[in-house]
C-alpha cells in the first residue's frame, strides 16, 4: 500500500473543500482557497449562504486531517501547492510564485548571515503569498523574530495571512502600494522576489533616486531603494532579481547607487532550468546597508547554482559558501 504523505493529504483536503466552495460561492479558485483555509484555522466553516449538502461534503473532508499533527512546513508545502495551482489558473505574470527550493535557499543563506543573532525584524515588500517570507522563518525557529510582509494585491495578501496563521507565524500584514511610504520601522533582514517591469506611477517614482529621467522607471530598481531605506545600518538585503540586472539600460545608475548605500556580499546564479526562458532567469543578490561598522568582503561571495536535484553538486556549493563565512570571519577578526 502506498504511503500518503502529510503533505498531499493536507493538500487533497483543502482542494477538494476549495472546489466545492469555488462552486457554491461562485468565486476563483484562489479566493476559495482563502475561504478553505480560513475555515481550517477558525475550525468551523464560516460560508453561511453555501448548502447544507455541500456542509456536510467539506466537514468530511476536513476530518481527514489534524493540522496539530503537521509541521509549519508541511502545512506551508500543502497551501502554497493550492494557491499555486489557483495563480496558474488565474495568469497574472507578476504573480509567480518562488520555487520551494529557491525559498529554502535564501532561508538557508538567511542563517548563514544571522548566525549567533538571538533574533531579527525581516520584511518582504512584495510579499505576494508570503512563500519565500514564511519558509524563512520556519527555517530560523530557533531565533526571535519579527516579520512583516506587504504587498499591493488584497487577495494575496489574504491568501498570505491565512497561510501565516495555519503556519502560526505572527506576521504583521500591510495591503498597499510597497513604493509608496510605508508604516514600518526600518528593519534587520530584507527578502524579496523582486516584481520584475515598469512601474506604471511616474509621479510616484519621481521621489526616488532611481526614477528614469523619461518613461517609466524599472520597478525592480524602485524595490531596491525602497528596501534599503527601510533597513536598519548594517542590515542584509537578498533579492531575487533578473541576471540582467547589471547590463540593462538603467544599470549606469544602480551601480552608483549601491556603491554609495551598499556593499554587496554576493551574488548567486540559480539553475536556468528551474526557468521557462533564459530571459527570464534570476539571481539571489546579498547586499548590507552601509554602517559604522560594516566592512565590504575581501572577495564577495559569488556562486552558480547546479540543479538542486543534484545532491552530489550541491553538497559541494554549500562547502563553498561555508568556506566563504570561515574566511570573512577570518578576515573581520584579524
Same mark, same amino acid.
Given at each position: 500500500?502506498?504511503?500518503?504523505?502529510?503533505?498531499?493529504?493536507?493538500?487533497?483536503?483543502?482542494?477538494?473543500?476549495?472546489?466545492?466552495?469555488?462552486?457554491?460561492?461562485?468565486?476563483?479558485? =484562489?479566493?476559495? +482557497? /482563502?475561504?478553505?483555509?480560513? &475555515? #481550517?484555522? !477558525?475550525?468551523? *466553516?464560516?460560508?453561511?449562504?453555501?448548502?447544507? %449538502?455541500?456542509?456536510?461534503?467539506?466537514?468530511?473532508?476536513?476530518?481527514?486531517?489534524?493540522?496539530?499533527?503537521?509541521?509549519?512546513?508541511?502545512?506551508?508545502?500543502?497551501?502554497?501547492?493550492?494557491?499555486?495551482?489557483?495563480?496558474?489558473?488565474?495568469?497574472?505574470?507578476?504573480?509567480?510564485?518562488?520555487?520551494?527550493?529557491?525559498?529554502?535557499?535564501?532561508?538557508?543563506?538567511?542563517?548563514?548571515?544571522?548566525?549567533?543573532?538571538?533574533?531579527?525584524?525581516?520584511?518582504?515588500?512584495?510579499?505576494?503569498?508570503?512563500?519565500?517570507?514564511?519558509?524563512?522563518?520556519?527555517?530560523?525557529?530557533?531565533?526571535?523574530?519579527?516579520?512583516?510582509?506587504?504587498?499591493?494585491?488584497?487577495? =494575496?495578501?489574504? +491568501? /498570505?495571512?491565512?497561510?501565516? &496563521? #495555519?503556519? !502560526?507565524?505572527? *506576521?504583521?500584514?500591510?495591503?498597499?502600494?510597497? %513604493?509608496?511610504?510605508?508604516?514600518?520601522?526600518?528593519?534587520?533582514?530584507?527578502?524579496?522576489?523582486?516584481?520584475?517591469?515598469?512601474?506604471?506611477?511616474?509621479?510616484?517614482?519621481?521621489?526616488?533616486?532611481?526614477?528614469?529621467?523619461?518613461?517609466?522607471?524599472?520597478?525592480?530598481?524602485?524595490?531596491?531603494?525602497?528596501?534599503?531605506?527601510?533597513?536598519?545600518?548594517?542590515?542584509?538585503?537578498?533579492?531575487?532579481?533578473?541576471?540582467?540586472?547589471?547590463?540593462?539600460?538603467?544599470?549606469?545608475?544602480?551601480?552608483?547607487?549601491?556603491?554609495?548605500?551598499?556593499?554587496?556580499?554576493?551574488?548567486?546564479?540559480?539553475?536556468?532550468?528551474?526557468?521557462?526562458?533564459?530571459?527570464?532567469?534570476?539571481?539571489?543578490?546579498?547586499?548590507?546597508?552601509?554602517?559604522?561598522?560594516?566592512?565590504?568582503?575581501?572577495?564577495?561571495?559569488?556562486?552558480? %547554482?547546479?540543479?538542486?536535484?543534484?545532491?552530489?553538486?550541491?553538497?559541494?556549493?554549500?562547502?563553498?559558501?561555508?568556506?566563504?563565512?570561515?574566511?570573512?570571519?577570518?578576515?573581520?577578526?584579524?
Amino acid at each position: 500500500m502506498v504511503q500518503i504523505s502529510a503533505v498531499e493529504k493536507l493538500f487533497t483536503v483543502i482542494d477538494n473543500t476549495a472546489t466545492i466552495l469555488q462552486d457554491e460561492l461562485s468565486c476563483t479558485y =484562489l479566493e476559495a +482557497v /482563502a475561504e478553505t483555509g480560513e &475555515n #481550517l484555522f !477558525q475550525n468551523t *466553516i464560516l460560508q453561511e449562504e453555501i448548502s447544507e %449538502l455541500s456542509k456536510k461534503r467539506i466537514q468530511k473532508e476536513y476530518t481527514h486531517v489534524n493540522l496539530g499533527q503537521c509541521s509549519a512546513e508541511e502545512i506551508r508545502k500543502a497551501y502554497q501547492l493550492a494557491a499555486l495551482k489557483g495563480m496558474r489558473e488565474a495568469t497574472q505574470p507578476n504573480h509567480e510564485m518562488t520555487p520551494d527550493a529557491v525559498s529554502i535557499f535564501v532561508g538557508y543563506l538567511v542563517s548563514k548571515f544571522t548566525e549567533g543573532w538571538k533574533g531579527f525584524s525581516i520584511f518582504d515588500p512584495a510579499v505576494g503569498t508570503a512563500n519565500l517570507l514564511t519558509t524563512v522563518l520556519n527555517q530560523n525557529q530557533s531565533k526571535e523574530i519579527e516579520a512583516y510582509g506587504i504587498d499591493v494585491d488584497d487577495l =494575496l495578501i489574504k +491568501v /498570505a495571512y491565512i497561510s501565516a &496563521n #495555519l503556519q !502560526q507565524h505572527s *506576521i504583521q500584514f500591510y495591503n498597499q502600494d510597497s %513604493l509608496e511610504p510605508l508604516y514600518i520601522e526600518p528593519m534587520d533582514i530584507v527578502v524579496s522576489d523582486l516584481p520584475v517591469g515598469y512601474y506604471p506611477n511616474d509621479i510616484g517614482a519621481a521621489s526616488f533616486e532611481l526614477h528614469a529621467k523619461e518613461g517609466h522607471s524599472y520597478a525592480h530598481h524602485l524595490f531596491i531603494e525602497q528596501s534599503l531605506k527601510y533597513t536598519t545600518a548594517g542590515g542584509y538585503l537578498f533579492f531575487l532579481v533578473p541576471n540582467h540586472l547589471f547590463t540593462s539600460e538603467f544599470a549606469k545608475e544602480l551601480n552608483p547607487f549601491l556603491k554609495e548605500h551598499a556593499v554587496i556580499q554576493g551574488m548567486i546564479q540559480l539553475p536556468l532550468s528551474l526557468f521557462k526562458n533564459e530571459k527570464a532567469a534570476k539571481s539571489i543578490f546579498i547586499i548590507q546597508k552601509k554602517g559604522p561598522e560594516v566592512k565590504a568582503p575581501k572577495q564577495a561571495l559569488l556562486a552558480n %547554482l547546479p540543479k538542486f536535484s543534484n545532491q552530489t553538486a550541491m553538497t559541494g556549493i554549500i562547502k563553498q559558501i561555508d568556506d566563504w563565512f570561515k574566511q570573512e570571519k577570518l578576515e573581520i577578526n584579524q
